[in-house]
């Protein structure tokens, strides 16, 4: 069976099975070169999954993107039920942070963060919500959240759930972050430092010196919890957002780990850095990620295209992006996934069109999955 009829079954399953999605959701992608392959001579896997779904991803991400290069962009989306998500993001963490533990984490903590947002439509963002002592104003960047500089200042959330969460941005600048105390409920989890060295990004479109941590805290009884964070030591605390488990609507987000290079003497690893071992790391973390929030009930699957591609075969001459063949099955390991948790949309085309020219500027080629 040829693979577009392979999707085309799947599709008809699905739809059979009456797993259909609510009428406006509105379809996302988020990555790095392996997802906007402008200027690449293939036909990327988004167009295949517009072709065949009959909708249009808009397509958020930039080549050379890192974990948090894309913080920005996901931050700004209002999720909403329904919505599908697709992130793949990985290639470039792996080779600058390599396995350095402390640099690792920030890749792991801000795909947490990327993940979450895009996975809970119900949150609270610290300019929205939560009490605050002490003087706090606005942050400059990512526009939701909220910073002080004074010692004991604190800012509490209430939100109901068996796992919350809660997100604090991590910086470069021993200037811009400060230590920090998490309370649950009136009980400490712990004490922490938004202090990042190293943190800053290859840069996509220019070196970003920020991320995110998303603090999960899991195991709790049902109900109401108070989160509290307080700044204790000198600096800038700066919060972003914090939600529970309970949630009345599940977007789904649809994860895709990272890929093998070739390994070879001038391409692939060796031109772009990183190794194997290296990629098994970031793939083991992406599945732990996964796992956490399927525990927690959200709609979070992983897409493992590591193992649909074949490092000799479907990789261009730089060892690193996929040709034609490596798109075909990034599609159909994303199609097929999507069939399994039966999220096939009955949205006319030109609703989802006219949502997606309301999210994003639309301007450069789709067929290679230029960001729109």
Known sequence: MGKKTMMRFLCFVALWKGLIAPALATDRSFGDSLTNTDGQRVTCYL??????????????????????????????????????????????DERHYGVDSTKQSYYRDGLRN??????????????????E?????????????????????????T?????????????DSAGNSAPYSIGIDGVTQG??????????????????????????????????????LTQTGTGNLSIEWAAGNTQTVFPHVFVGNVIRQADASDFGYSKWGGNDANVASYNADIARLVSEFRSDGLAVS????????????????????????????????FYAAMAEEGTFASVP????????????PVGL????????
């Not at 167009?47 to 996901?74: H, K, R």
């Not at 039920?81 to 470039?92: F, H, P």
């Not at 990004?201 to 991320?211: D, K, L, R």
């Not at 080629?365 to 729109?372: D, H």
């Open 47 to 92: 167009s295949e999954l517009n072709s065949e779904l009959s909708t249009t991803f808009n397509n958020f991400a930039v080549p050379g993107s890192m974990v948090g290069d894309q913080t920005p962009v996901v931050l700004g989306i209002n999720v909403a039920a329904g919505d599908r998500s697709t992130i793949m993001l990985g290639a470039n």
């Open 114 to 131: 990327l993940i979450g947002w895009l996975a809970l439509a119900k949150k609270q963002t610290a300019r929205s919500a939560g009490g």
């Open 133 to 157: 002592t002490g003087p706090w104003r606005n942050t400059q960047i990512q526009g939701i959240g909220r910073t002080t500089s004074t010692v004991g200042a604190s800012k509490t959330f």
């Open 159 to 171: 939100v109901s759930g068996t796992t919350v969460y809660v997100a604090v941005i991590l910086a």
């Open 191 to 228: 004490d922490y430092s938004s202090s990042a060295p190293g943190v800053t990004s290859i840069g996509a479109p220019a070196p970003y010196a920020y991320t995110d941590r998303l603090h999960r805290f899991a195991g709790l009884a049902a109900g109401n919890h108070t989160i509290t």
């Open 302 to 333: 992983l897409i493992d295209v590591h193992s649909a591609l074949n490092n000799t075969t479907d990789l261009s001459l730089d060892g690193l992006h996929p040709v034609q063949s490596g798109q075909d099955k990034i599609a159909a390991a």
């Open 349 to 360: 085309i030109y609703r989802r069109l006219v949502n997606g020219l309301a999210e994003a």
């Open 365 to 372: 080629t789709t067929t290679r999955c230029a960001k729109n």
